[in-house]
């Protein structure tokens, strides 16, 4: 009953906590560089085209610090640092927007983008694919391992699927997420039950306990 409980409550503060940060997405992409381990190259993104700073990509960190690539995407890309997965030598990366509209996860190699998923392809049971306001939640959580180039997401309905950053596709993708909204939806009519049996319960205990009341006042 109480584990029950616990994980209604969870997937409700889940929910709640996607619904606000969503209802932040006029926060726009900020600037930010990133040097690679080794530190011979560092990764500019310029969501906004600002003619200030360098073009979005990668470069040289030494002198005359030259572009090995440049990316080329539309101006305002609601993509935030925390949203880049790259490969030690920065010359693959993943994308996984905060705000998607459509695909959940890009992937690049050079600069140029060689594949991509949408929401729809990664959540198989779509009554667990949650638009608000335009934008979708679709991943419960996230985990990247550097070491190997590989990114782990569990979604809304359960999959676990595991990225290769090198190579822009999924090597692994756990069984069918349909299971987890039918063990949902058995949870929720067992809390009903039990809920309904607890009151019922309740309910004959106090009518008991009025019966010997009014047995004793009659003596």
Request: with cysteine; glycine share 8%.
């Amino acid at each position: 009953m109480k584990t029950i409980i616990c994980a209604c409550v969870i997937i409700l503060t889940t929910l709640f906590g996607a619904a606000t940060a969503l209802a932040d997405n006029a926060t726009a992409a900020e600037p930010f560089s990133v040097v690679s381990q080794d530190g011979t190259v560092v990764f500019h993104f310029n969501p906004h085209h600002s003619p200030d700073l360098p073009t979005t990509g990668l470069y040289q960190n030494f002198y005359p610090h030259e572009s090995v690539y440049l990316i080329q995407h539309p101006r305002g890309w609601q993509v935030f640092e925390d949203g880049f997965f790259f490969t030690a030598s920065m010359r693959e990366f993943a994308v996984v927007p905060r705000y998607p509209i459509e695909y959940g996860i890009e992937f690049f190699a050079y600069g140029e983008r060689v594949s991509g998923y949408t929401v729809y392809d990664l959540v198989e049971n779509h009554e667990f694919l949650f638009n608000i306001d335009g934008f979708y939640v679709w991943w419960d959580s996230l985990d990247f391992d550097s070491g190997e180039s590989q990114l782990t997401i569990t979604t809304t309905d359960g999959l676990r699927y595991i990225f290769d950053i090198a190579g822009g596709y999924a090597v692994y993708m756990s069984a069918s997420g349909s299971l987890g909204f039918f063990v949902l939806f058995g949870a929720a009519i067992l809390l009903v039950f039990a809920a309904r049996k607890y009151f019922a319960v309740r309910k004959a205990a106090q009518d008991q306990q009025h019966i010997g009341i009014y047995g004793q006042d009659r003596h």
